[in-house]
């Protein structure tokens, strides 16, 4: 485990945002929900979530900025370091009473991706990662999986709402993934599609039009655990391009080339 102050303060803050995302969880049915869009939604067991998190995080840090999902932007005084959060990642899970869901905590700074939290509160699975420091599931230090043939590999993807992203352009890269690999899932929640590369427990992820509170703490957890994380076409700029590619190095390597030639 990180015992760092700042490690710390995103625990603190993601425990007690979970506490009431639990309880929501157990009454999902009763919840108020709107539409964001057409397959997009948002409920109270989102804000609420969101509220927690933002009121300790700017309690601890004060000057930090912080790019919230449903709130939007809080410019904050000192310019460098800005939270990325999403309070609820797997929102069509979570309201369909599929227990695959999770908080999200990234920190920037300076550009670069310092610190990620992500907790699964029904799992209670709690993957922490900084920069120099590792990452873990819990107590246990985490690596990317060592497979290196694609025909035994599985592979997470994301997939955006309706309306919204190419769902010709996935078609395809998701035909061409499947045609090589052990087998493709589409899990619902972009931060526990990045922790389970961490981990080791799926090979490689990719998404296209994903947002920066979607994949910085992920970003950070792939890459102490020893992976890879590029956009999607293979550019070091995920959280820039809004799209993501990891796994461990020759996998990784092997799926921005397959991606490449399905949209060639
Ligand atoms: C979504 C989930 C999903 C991914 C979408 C995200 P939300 O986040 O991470 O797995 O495919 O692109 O928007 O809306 O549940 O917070
Ligand atoms: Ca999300
Ligand atoms: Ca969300």
């Given at each position: 485990m990180i015992s760092s102050p700042l490690m710390t303060v995103m625990v603190d803050a993601v425990r007690k945002a979970a506490r009431s995302l639990k309880r929501d969880f157990g009454e999902v049915e009763n919840l108020q929900v709107s539409r964001k869009g057409p397959g997009n939604f948002v409920s109270a067991a989102d804000r609420k979530a969101e509220e927690t998190l933002r009121d300790a995080l700017m309690k601890a840090r004060p000057g930090y900025g912080l790019v919230l999902e449903e709130e939007g932007k809080v410019e904050g005084q000192d310019k460098s370091h800005t939270w990325h959060v999403d309070p609820l990642d797997g929102t069509t899970n979570f309201l369909h009473g599929i227990p695959h869901f999770a908080i999200s905590v990234g920190l920037e700074r300076e550009g670069q991706i310092v610190a990620g939290v992500i907790y699964d509160p029904v799992k209670d699975e709690l993957f922490v990662a900084e920069r120099g420091k590792g990452a873990y599931l819990n107590n246990r230090r985490l690596r990317v999986s060592g497979r290196t043939d694609m025909a035994d590999a599985l592979v997470a993807y994301g997939s955006p709402y309706?309306?919204?992203?190419?769902h010709g352009k996935l078609l395809r890269e998701v035909a061409a993934v499947m045609a090589v690999t052990g087998g493709a899932r589409r899990f619902g929640s972009a931060a526990l599609d990045l922790a389970y590369v961490a981990c080791g427990r799926s090979d490689l992820y990719w998404e296209r039009d994903i947002q920066t509170w979607d994949i910085a703490a992920g970003i950070i957890l792939v890459r102490e655990a020893g992976g890879f994380v590029t956009s999607a076409d293979g550019g070091d700029q995920p959280l820039a391009a809004r799209s993501v590619a990891c796994g461990n190095e020759t996998l990784h390597r092997e799926l921005v080339g397959i991606l490449r030639k399905a949209n060639a």
């Open positions: 309706l309306g919204r992203g190419d």
